[in-house]
């Protein structure tokens, strides 16, 4: 009598997030990244991506624009998909002015000088709501000995350091972060600890350490976004090989005057 062969039933793997290693945080996996979200398109290079990958800029009941960078302000929007340098140039040059105009069908707008400055500060705000919320939610763990029990068992999906931790503390986290299955070592944050701790609602916050899955995902892609919009290029570097979520056009990108379209 010949038995069915039984079939194995597969394993659940341990979601790992691959991370760069120049110290910049990438977000990879994230939807955006893979392109499942609702696209728009950039008013200066007329590149069309996902949203999430775009900022989006807001018209106040005064004719003021500013950044939006959760997309939740109401009324119409227009959506930006390059770095500072280039949104900050293209202000100076009146390009944005023209871009928004048509964007927001009016040319009733007041575009402030320093609206780079403004959206890299509304980014970085976001970036560090994000991990007061991921706290809050019981996904992130701070303190060293936590982390290293963590780590080791292999519950760590990101560990992160502040910019001004030591190095010997780095490296004991990291090296029990490899033990567990994790990657050569954490990421660097771009602030120090006191940022850190006021962001999280915490004392001395010098390592954190993301142990669910899709908090690892929510924090990278904010800071990313951040990250991305300062250095654009070094954003887009490697995103089509990660799947890491990047704010703003190459090197070969060029701005399209949309009225000579």
């Known amino acids: 009598m010949t038995h069915p062969r039984t079939k194995r039933r597969p394993q659940p793997r341990r979601t790992r997030l691959r991370t760069r290693t120049n110290d910049r945080l990438i977000a990879p996996g994230s939807e955006a990244a893979e392109g499942t979200g609702p696209e728009r398109t950039c008013i200066l290079t007329r590149i069309c991506r996902s949203k999430d990958d775009l900022i989006r800029l807001a018209l106040g009941p005064d004719g003021q624009v500013a950044p939006d960078v959760r997309a939740r302000a109401p009324g119409r929007g227009a959506w930006i998909g390059v770095g500072r340098k280039a949104l900050d140039e293209a ?52 303190g060293s000995e936590r982390i290293e029990q963590a780590a080791r068992s292999g519950k760590v999906h990101v560990l992160i350091h502040a910019s001004d931790a030591g190095e010997e503390g780095n490296r004991s986290l990291d090296q029990a972060w490899r033990v567990g299955g994790g990657d050569a070592r954490g990421l660097v944050f771009p602030l120090p600890r006191t940022i850190l701790s006021m962001a999280l609602g915490r004392e001395n916050v010098v390592h954190i350490a993301l142990t669910d899955a899709g908090a690892a995902r929510r924090v990278l892609h904010a800071i990313n976004r951040w990250q991305a919009f300062i250095e654009p290029d070094a954003g887009l570097d490697g995103a089509s090989k990660s799947g890491s979520v990047a704010v703003g056009p190459d090197a070969g990108d060029e701005f399209v005057d949309e009225g000579t379209k």
């Open 91 to 142: 202000n100076a040059k009146g390009r944005l002015r023209g871009a928004l105009a048509r964007a927001f069908k009016t040319t009733e707008i007041d575009v402030p000088a320093d609206l780079g400055e403004k959206v890299e500060k509304a980014l970085r705000q976001q970036a560090l709501d994000r991990l007061g919320l991921e706290a809050r939610g019981g996904t992130l763990l701070t």
